[in-house]
């Protein structure tokens, strides 16, 4: 009645299940520490294609990191690799990984030496893995297998298992067993990273070790032990500068040495430019600034001085980047007081003007009209602070008295003198 009981408690619910897993568990548990060569001998048909699996899928996790990281390489190295890729027809970064990798533990795992349970499992990518369990059972066996086959003494143990480029290192313990599978060549010296970690498990968790019955779930702080061995180590290939590198990089500074070539002499045109404009008598610059690529002057310009865009033109500057906003004003300085005067005062061919530091000084000969509007003009022009026309003398027009061609006239300070014949 017992089995039709079971397939009805099994439509009723999982309340049999539960009630029953301890025990079943129990049961496996006796039953494999009784006789493991015969659970060996049943998990062989599975616990091949299980191993597999977990390395497929440690592989795939590490392909694909270095494909990221190499995959846009562009050195000569990477290239070769590349058509090797081709040739071969095998992944661009399982070629990478074949070249580069020294060595790397994939996975650790903490086993019963006596049960060959499963105490802890690490590995590089935890989502990546699966069957952990059967893997650590796997080895147990195959160990006790050893023992059984060739008489080997109970204190001797397994310590490697290799094939190909595949290595399984095994360090034995009292009271557990720490198993690492590790791809490629490692050092020795690794082994004695395995072999501290275990050190230290059984010296913290000694009390959870030493029990009849191990709950895994007690030595759980042991992982950061066990995660100490999931080490790596990549070829050092030698530094080398790739051409294509060199180039890019040489593009890079031929395009930012002109750039700051171009920069530094647009700047030393404006300051050569800006420096002119400040030296130009009758112009004020008092504010620059730069805006949207375009320099913009402000000051003040004397309606006298020079024009701004006349200067600009001697220099190699593109005009519409600069633009000027002057406002009017009366310079004072010595030249634009004297072009001030002569275009006010009209001065005659017959009289020169000089001024200077408020002085104007007036020479020649003048018409007496002139020289009377000039004294009263004079003094109210800006800058000027004195006149000097001592040297002026006035001209006087003696044709009104139509003297004779026989006759001469002359005048000088006053005297008027004939001489000749006449009526």
């Not at 699996?53 to 290239?79: P, Y």
């Not at 893997?135 to 066996?141: I, R």
């Not at 995660?227 to 930012?256: E, N």
């Not at 020289?371 to 006149?387: C, K, N, Q, S, W």
């Amino acid at each position: 009645m017992l089995p039709e009981a079971l397939l009805l408690s099994a439509k009723q619910g999982e309340k049999l299940s539960t009630a029953l897993s301890p025990t079943v568990e129990e049961i496996i548990r006796v039953s494999v520490k009784r006789n493991i060569r015969t659970f060996a001998d049943l998990l062989f048909p599975v616990i091949g294609p299980a191993i597999r699996k977990a390395m497929s899928e440690t592989l795939k996790q590490m392909i694909q990191s270095l494909s990221q990281a190499v995959e846009n390489s562009l050195s000569w190295q990477g290239l070769k690799w590349r058509l090797e890729s081709m040739r071969s027809g095998r992944p661009f970064a399982e070629i990478v990984l074949l070249h580069s990798l020294v060595y790397r533990v994939e996975q650790v795992f903490l086993i019963h030496p006596e049960s060959g349970l499963l105490l802890q499992h690490v590995a590089v990518e935890t989502e990546a893995f699966q069957d952990a369990d059967l893997v650590s059972g796997m080895l147990t066996a195959i160990q006790d297998f050893v023992r059984d086959s060739f008489n080997v003494e109970e204190e001797q143990a397994l310590n490697s298992i290799q094939m190909g480029d595949f290595t399984i290192w095994l360090v034995q313990g009292p009271k557990a067993v720490i198993a690492g599978a590790i791809r490629g060549n490692a050092p020795e010296s690794l082994r004695q990273v395995f072999n501290n970690a275990l050190e230290n498990i059984h010296l913290e968790q000694a009390e959870v070790l030493d029990a009849s019955d191990v709950d895994p779930t007690l030595l759980e702080p042991v992982r950061d032990h066990l995660k100490s061995c999931l080490q790596t180590r990549f070829k050092q290939a030698p530094r080398k500068f790739s051409p294509l590198l060199v180039v890019s990089l040489l593009v890079i500074a031929v395009v930012l040495g002109l750039w700051l070539f171009l920069s530094i002499r647009d700047h030393l045109r404006w300051e050569d430019y800006l420096q002119q404009l400040k030296m130009e008598p009758g112009i004020i610059v008092t504010e620059t600034d730069k805006q949207d690529g375009v320099y913009r002057i402000y000051g003040l310009r004397d309606p006298l001085a020079k024009n701004p865009v006349e200067i600009l033109s001697t220099h190699p500057i593109e005009h519409d980047k600069i633009v000027h906003r002057f406002r009017p004003y009366q310079a004072l300085s010595d030249e634009l007081v004297l072009q001030r005067a002569r275009r006010i005062l009209v001065p005659p061919a017959t009289v020169t003007l000089s001024f200077s530091r408020g002085l104007l000084k007036i020479s020649g000969t003048a018409p007496h009209s002139w020289i009377v509007d000039t004294r009263r003009l004079a003094r109210v022009l800006p800058g000027i602070m004195e006149l000097d026309d001592s040297e002026l003398s006035t001209v006087v027009d003696l044709s009104s008295l139509a003297a004779p061609d026989t006759v001469s006239l002359s005048l000088r300070d006053g005297l008027l003198t004939a001489r000749g014949s006449a009526p």
